[in-house]
């Protein structure tokens, strides 16, 4: 059952007066033509990027520091600082008993979930929500049940939103960038505006899908035997041939148009 949100139409706004589940933030004022759906833009050089390697496999993930800066910022510097690295998995959970390949992967402290991970603030850390970012596959969450965010986070696996579901959040308002966006991607609508998104996983879905699918649900009290070797923050750098391709399409439009001079990209490596 989709969460409802109370909300009526002006003009081209949507007002929520709905509170994000026990996060205690409220949207009030949410104008559609202001939403950006920041996880399908493409990603540009000089971001930031996490590599975690696990024993399982590899996977990389953006983050979004202008929704989440707080969020974005302890992630970092705790990774940064050696933190993550040789932790193990908290836990499974697997959201459909009759469909492996439904549920999500718990992780950040290395200790059962229900315990504290780190923060690098003396002060509580709220969720910091954001009606751009969305629990499609491959989001990754902060994982705060007491509403209080620290170093644990959970990454949400592949998941069809069926017809049912899309009717159900069309009935309640949702903008229809989050319609579309569900319906080609999948994930848990029901969760959008409830969930303090801060990143997305950007390569290596099939590796947090197959940890999902392989291993069983794990006991709260209890952590599984997957291990992050490490994890690192790098800047992302787009390819050679990205730039090659770019540095074309630069040559035609100036070809199209005599006067203007040609500019010629080089790899940072370069």
């Given amino acids: 059952m989709i969460k409802s949100l109370s909300c009526m139409m002006m003009g081209a ?43 399982e496999g590899v996977f990389k993930m953006r983050f979004f520091p202008s929704e989440a800066p707080k969020t974005v910022e302890n992630f970092i510097e705790l990774a940064e600082s050696g933190y993550f690295d040789g932790q193990m998995i908290s836990r499974i959970e697997k959201i459909d008993q009759e469909d492996r390949t439904k549920g999500r992967i718990v992780a950040g402290s290395g200790k059962p979930v229900a315990e504290e991970g780190k923060c690098i603030f003396e002060e509580k850390l709220e969720p910091e929500i954001s009606y751009n970012l969305a629990t499609i596959p491959g989001a990754v969450v902060s994982y705060a049940p007491d509403g209080v965010v620290d170093s644990r986070f959970f990454i949400v696996g592949s998941r069809k939103v069926y017809q049912e579901e899309l009717d159900e959040i069309r009935e309640n308002n949702y903008p229809k960038q989050m319609v579309d966006l569900f319906e080609k991607e999948g994930g848990y609508p029901e969760e959008w505006l409830h969930q303090s998104v801060f990143a997305q996983v950007v390569e290596g879905m099939d590796v947090i899908d197959r940890i999902i699918r392989e291993n069983p649900s794990t006991p709260e009290e209890e952590i599984t035997d997957i291990e992050i070797v490490s994890v690192n923050i790098e800047k992302y750098q787009e390819s050679v041939q990205e730039q090659s391709e770019e540095g074309m399409e630069l040559q035609t439009s100036a070809d199209n148009q005599e006067a203007k001079p040609v500019l010629s990209y080089q790899s940072s490596g370069n």
């Fill in 13 to 55: 706004c949507l007002m929520f007066s709905m509170t994000a589940c026990s996060l205690g933030q409220s949207i009030e004022v949410l104008d559609q033509d202001k939403i950006v759906l920041l996880q399908t833009e493409d990603m540009v050089s000089g971001e930031d990027i996490a590599v975690v390697e696990t024993s």
